[in-house]
């Protein structure tokens, strides 16, 4: 039977992965295999620039189209879809970008949260991995946002649901959340066995 294959996307930080975990856990005992859209960046040399706006400091860009190995991607995807596991749930900020890759899923979710809590939980996860806390705002304010607002925030018309990612949206995520279980175990059920797909 192919796999009821979930796509989670957001901005940077919006709690993509939070959510991802949560469902992994509310849909036991069904197998949910999770794909973390970060294992598919290209190697630091072959990342795109991003310079701020005086030309002053330039960085690797890991936030545009460019800046993943979307081909291998959309292998390890169907690789997946045809796998031992009834779930795949891939997740990153760009996982809805891609019109092949979302042809492969049953399901679009985007994560959304304001700026202002999203650039908090990133100067907390890279301050804890050792960053420079002027640099990680300096980054993001020259080309995170900018690249949020170009390339993620564009791939929210491609949801099925818009899911709360804010601290004080819980109740409503929660509810949300359980939609989406609910949809899961549908549609996992309905799912054609393989050599029936067309």
Known sequence: MSAFVIGISGGSASGKSTIAEELRKRLAPLRVEVINQDRYFLPTDRLPRHANRDGTKEWPDHNQPGSFDFPRLRADLRAAREGKAEVVIAEGILIL???????????????????????????????????????????????????????????????????????????????????????????????PRSGARP
Request: hydrophobic content about 30%; overall charge negative; glycine content about 6%.
């Open 97 to 191: 970008h891609d019109e092949e890759i979302r042809s492969l899923m049953d399901l679009k979710l985007y994560v959304e949260a304001d700026a202002d809590e999203r650039i908090v939980r990133r100067i907390r996860r890279n301050v804890a991995r050792g960053y420079d806390l002027e640099g990680i705002c300096d980054f993001y304010l020259d080309s995170v946002r900018y690249r949020h607002r170009e390339f993620n925030h564009p791939t929210r018309a491609h949801a099925d649901l818009v899911i709360p990612g804010g601290k004080d949206d819980w109740q409503e995520t929660d509810r949300l959340l359980e939609e989406v279980c609910q949809r899961v175990r549908t549609g996992v059920k309905e799912k």
